[in-house]
């Protein structure tokens, strides 16, 4: 039997500071101190991860950093003053690390695509019809690749926390938390 230890670190410690190490879940979010590390499961569906897991650099900045944005240059001084970065480790497996890999080469293909009609029909009277072509293809590569090629992202950034999103709901449901 195991005799009683006073020193012991309570129950209600460990559930939010134990195993995890204070990595939980608040809704849809993972929120996890700086120093943590993810669990080694895939954040989209917790399979074990496929391994290297490489440390990715996470930036933040505030929302009305916007405000700015149809003055390019002030939005981009605005965001260099405020951001914030963290780095951290959020596994994947390796299906959804494959597609990953897939969506940012469909992206680039894409981008490649887009860049080049224009210049194939400068010389013909098809060119304006090329230009919105394009435009409509580099808007739906940036939609799709931030659909699926986006690992996760963060929503909050201070000293001590980062909350993420983009966590598939078995990984979510796999951490403390509501
Ligand atoms: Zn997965």
Known sequence: MTKFNPYATSNAVLKGLGPTNGV??????????????????????????????????????????????????????????????????PGLCRDHKRNRIEAITTAWVGVFVAITVPFMFADTGYLWPAVWFSIALLLGVIVCALRRGRLVYATRLDRREVWLAGCGEDFLDSLPGN
């Open 24 to 89: 939980r879940r608040i809704g849809d979010l993972v929120a996890m101190p700086l120093r943590a590390e993810l669990p080694n499961r895939c954040v989209k569906c917790n399979r074990e991860a496929h391994e290297p897991t490489p440390t990715r650099r996470l930036y933040w900045y505030p929302a009305w950093c916007y405000l700015f944005i149809l003055v390019p240059l002030l939005l981009i001084l605005v965001i260099l003053a405020t951001y914030k970065d963290a780095y951290i480790r």
